[in-house]
């Protein structure tokens, strides 16, 4: 993995290359929608640019972007102007749709759940974090990410009923 | 978990590559720094001002009012602190009575002394003759301090060294020398010099902050000033070196800006020159509070009780009420006159008062006429 400068603001499309998965497969869990998740990257790599911050390693930046990926998501789900409005096109609050139709499956079932535990599932499922990572980045407890793990894979697999579940 | 799904899954979740595009083109913008917050609110309240001031300029007279009163010199200006008393009643202290060694008493030097007896005429005492109003008579065992000081004055001779802030003699009858502080406190040959030239063991030291001389020359601007300005002649009542107290005490019968403007200019420090301000005493004659007329034209000073003096019967044609220091007559200070030169002594009338009644039946002092050969003669009722 190519080395890049740990303060932020350098390299911009090399970090952008590097985590816009990262950053814009959260956003998409956590809004449910690509325009939301659209502006939620944006947002967040011009904040990574602005901030200034010099990050201890790959990890600290990685942790930061995800956090601040979380907080911007609430930001433009909790906004009053979203929850007041109706979009004006049915492209921007349709669902995300994949290739494969086990993937929309698994998709609808991961929507369908709870906040609190759709997110350890992403993060712990999708981005392979450790459970005291998700904990660092959702600011919650690792015992708590365990038990909405439990839990949120417990609903997934009522919900997908047994499918693709290899344990 | 199916691992290869969640892959596949994964990695379709990317941003189209227009929202890449166009993150590319907000990046590449000059950054935006937001403004502080101070400068937001200041700029807010600043228009607040202007338009309060505006619209309350143009309707309001009061408004008006305040922006013809605002000048920025005077606001930018320092002026002098000052406290204020009740009433000028008592307010000059003992040292400021008598002239103590710096010679410069300013006003207070019309004002006469208490008459101790001692000098001739009601005289003031003679400069350099008693510091901190300390009276030979009053005090016996001053008098080594007293001695001690004639000698550094003698040393001195009118002209004051920069390291000498004054002197006075304290209760226990030491007379403390002030000296103005040193950068070196251990360096202590001014004290062995003192000590050299007065040759008394009843000799203190202590530190203080401006020199007589310094105050001396403070003295004579202030004595100038009545003359210079009208508006401080009005106002200034006393004045005068309190050599304990390393200070000027100035009594002024009424605060204004321009004389506490050119105090601070005199003092930048604000504790050279000590300023009470107060009104002249009142007295409640009748239920009213009797205030006398003259008070802004009169010197106030001479109508108060000094320190061990008498207050002075009011004149009958004299309305104002305060305690008055008589002026006493060269002839008849108390301790120099003949007796002969008195005024004849008014002798009670123990009958003007009683009324006249018939001599002839007060019995009281009657005696009746003996005749040898008959014996009491009384007379026939």
Known sequence: MEALPLRAGGEMDSIIDRYQNTVYGLALARTGNRADADDVFQEVFLAYCQCGKTFRDEEHRKAWLLRTTVNQSRRVTASTWRQKTVPLSEREDAPVQFREPEENRVWAALQELAEDYRLPIYLFYFQELSTQEIAKVLAIRPGAVRMRLTRGREQLRAKLKGEFFDE | ?381
Request: proline share 8%; glycine share 8%; net charge negative.
């Open chain 2, 1 to 381: 978990m199916n691992k290869e799904l969640f892959d596949s899954m994964q990695k379709q979740m990317s941003p189209s590559p227009q929202v890449r595009a166009e993150l590319s083109e907000k990046l590449a913008q000059p950054v935006k720094k937001r403004p502080a917050a101070w400068k937001k609110y200041t700029a807010v309240a600043a228009c607040a001002a202007l338009v309060i001031g505006a619209l309350g300029a143009s309707r309001y007279p009061s408004w008006e009012l305040i922006l013809q009163n605002f000048r920025p010199s005077i606001l930018e200006t320092p002026l002098h602190s000052y406290v204020t008393v009740d009433d000028l009643t008592g307010y000059i202290t003992e040292n400021t009575t008598t002239e103590t060694g710096g010679g410069d008493t300013g006003a207070i030097e019309v004002l006469p002394g208490p008459n101790t007896g001692d000098l001739p005429g009601g005289a003031l005492a003679p400069s350099g003759a008693l510091p901190g109003g300390a009276y030979i008579g009053d005090a016996p065992s001053q008098e080594e301090a007293v001695n001690a000081y004639q000698k550094l004055m003698d040393h001195f001779d009118g002209d004051y060294p920069d390291w000498y802030g004054g002197a006075y003699i304290d209760g226990s009858g030491y007379l403390v020398v002030q000296l103005v502080s040193d950068e070196d406190p251990g360096d202590k040959t001014l004290e062995l010099q003192v000590l050299d030239w007065t040759d008394s063991d009843h000799i203190m030291f202590s530190s203080c902050k401006y020199s007589l001389a310094h105050l001396n020359h403070l003295m004579d601007q202030l004595n100038a000033l009545p003359a210079e300005r009208q508006d401080c002649h009005e106002f200034m009542a006393g004045w005068g070196i309190n050599e304990e107290a390393n200070r000027i005490e100035l009594t002024l019968t009424e605060v204004n800006d321009p004389i506490l403007i050119v105090l601070a200019e005199l003092d930048p420090d604000d504790d050279a020159i000590y300023v009470r301000v107060g009104q002249r005493a009142t007295a409640d004659v009748g239920g009213e509070d009797v205030r006398t007329d003259t008070a802004a034209t009169e010197d106030p000073a001479v109508h108060h009780k000094m320190p061990g003096g008498v207050t002075a019967p009011v004149p009958e044609d004299d309305a104002d009420l305060i305690a008055v220091e008589p002026w006493v007559d060269e002839d008849l200070d108390g301790a120099h006159y003949d007796i002969r030169d008195l005024p004849e002594e008014r002798k009670p009338a123990a009958t003007d008062s009683v009324p006249e009644e018939d001599a002839s039946s007060d019995t009281s002092s009657f005696t009746p006429a003996y005749n040898p050969d008959v014996g009491f003669i009384y007379p026939k009722e």
